[in-house]
């Protein structure tokens, strides 16, 4: 399933992408949900790139990510999910391995391989972190991915049932997909595939929305971490909330650098180092703070 929305110079890889290890309808639905798109005409693309392989459905207004990955989840028709935005691609070999993951792992509610960073033009950054070096169930898996996000949509596979029990994304639109994954984790086995089978499009678009200008992505993170608790052990929370802040306090700066670097914007930035400064507080990040302000005074 396909969430799109202005995404339409990158839709053509994503589809080539699935399409090129397609093995039929009658075993794989690939439909891509358009919330309303207005950068260019999305079903013009499918029809063209998908040659009848592609299903299409356009909301009749923009609803938002979440509901439109609602519509996503809604319309699969599949037992296994794959929620794969129109700007990130698959490797071949994606959907026979996570197959067979699921098959000889039927206790596993969800799974997700190892995936690589790429850049606006479709170029190779760098590899995520391997979680294990070997397939398998991720042990500890809670407490671990509850310190911070550690999966990207391309790279999970959700069996629809579980989604049918516990429901859809809600309450924020930034970290919504850490909760979701954690809500699964309390319930589920998660399994594990250390290939690099999918690859996520990291692009200067991405934190230059809103949510990024204003800092609200740092408010929603901290309203993700305060959700997530429930599903933590109990004697683990205090410790694994600490680590998360701090995590997520250097995310913020360096999120802050970024904008100041790429688009001189101050109240951004500014936004983004207060949120650091509040989510933790230790002399490392004290320092690259001033460092981030000294560069702002010279307009360096």
Same mark, same amino acid.
């Given at each position: 399933?396909?969430?799109?929305?202005?995404?339409?110079?990158?839709?053509?890889?994503?589809?080539?992408?699935?399409?090129?290890?397609?093995?039929?309808?009658?075993?794989?639905?690939?439909?891509?949900?358009?919330?309303?798109?207005?950068?260019?005409?999305?079903?013009?693309?499918?029809?063209?790139?998908?040659?009848?392989?592609?299903?299409?459905?356009?909301?009749?207004?923009?609803?938002?990510?979440?509901?439109?990955?609602?519509?996503?989840?809604?319309?699969?028709?599949?037992?296994?999910?794959?929620?794969?935005?129109?700007?990130?691609?698959?490797?071949?070999?994606?959907?026979?391995?996570?197959?067979?993951?699921?098959?000889?792992?039927?206790?596993?509610?969800?799974?997700?391989?190892?995936?690589?960073?790429?850049?606006?033009?479709?170029?190779?950054?760098?590899?995520?972190?391997?979680?294990?070096?070997?397939?398998?169930?991720? /042990? &500890?898996?809670?407490?671990?991915?509850?310190?911070?996000? #550690? +999966? !990207?949509?391309?790279?999970?596979?959700? $069996? %629809?049932?579980?989604?049918?029990?516990?429901?859809?994304?809600?309450?924020?639109?930034?970290?919504?997909?850490?909760?979701?994954?954690?809500?699964?984790?309390?319930?589920?086995?998660?399994?594990?595939?250390?290939?690099?089978?999918?690859?996520?499009?990291?692009?200067?678009?991405?934190?230059?929305?809103?949510?990024?200008?204003?800092? /609200? &992505?740092?408010?929603?993170?901290?309203?993700?971490?305060? #959700? +997530? !608790?429930?599903?933590?052990?109990?004697? $683990? %929370?205090?410790?694994?909330?600490?680590?998360?802040?701090?995590?997520?306090?250097?995310?913020?700066?360096?999120?802050?650098?970024?904008?100041?670097?790429?688009?001189?914007?101050?109240?951004?930035?500014?936004?983004?180092?207060?949120?650091?400064?509040?989510?933790?507080?230790?002399?490392?990040?004290?320092?690259?703070?001033?460092?981030?302000?000294?560069?702002?005074?010279?307009?360096?």
């Amino acid at each position: 399933m396909i969430p799109v929305y202005n995404c339409s110079a990158y839709l053509r890889e994503t589809l080539v992408s699935v399409l090129c290890q397609y093995p039929g309808a009658d075993h794989m639905q690939v439909e891509v949900i358009d919330d309303a798109s207005t950068d260019a005409d999305v079903r013009a693309i499918v029809e063209e790139v998908g040659k009848g392989r592609v299903l299409y459905f356009r909301q009749p207004q923009n609803v938002g990510s979440l509901r439109n990955f609602q519509t996503c989840i809604d319309r699969a028709r599949g037992h296994l999910v794959h929620i794969l935005h129109g700007d990130d691609r698959i490797r071949n070999g994606f959907y026979n391995q996570f197959e067979q993951l699921f098959t000889k792992y039927p206790e596993a509610g969800a799974g997700f391989c190892r995936y690589a960073y790429i850049d606006a033009q479709g170029q190779f950054m760098y590899n995520h972190e391997q979680e294990m070096d070997q397939e398998g169930i991720l /042990r &500890n898996w809670v407490s671990k991915l509850g310190e911070h996000q #550690r +999966i !990207q949509y391309v790279a999970m596979v959700v $069996r %629809r049932a579980v989604y049918e029990k516990l429901g859809s994304f809600y309450g924020v639109e930034y970290g919504e997909d850490w909760e979701m994954w954690m809500r699964i984790a309390s319930q589920y086995q998660t399994a594990y595939i250390p290939n690099v089978l999918a690859e996520y499009r990291r692009h200067f678009s991405s934190i230059s929305g809103k949510s990024f200008l204003t800092g /609200r &992505n740092m408010k929603e993170l901290s309203l993700v971490m305060e #959700r +997530i !608790q429930q599903y933590l052990p109990p004697d $683990r %929370r205090t410790t694994i909330m600490k680590r998360s802040r701090r995590f997520y306090a250097h995310y913020a700066l360096r999120t802050a650098n970024t904008l100041w670097k790429h688009l001189k914007h101050r109240g951004a930035a500014v936004a983004q180092a207060r949120a650091a400064w509040t989510m933790s507080r230790d002399f490392g990040l004290f320092y690259k703070i001033l460092k981030l302000y000294t560069r702002m005074t010279l307009n360096l």
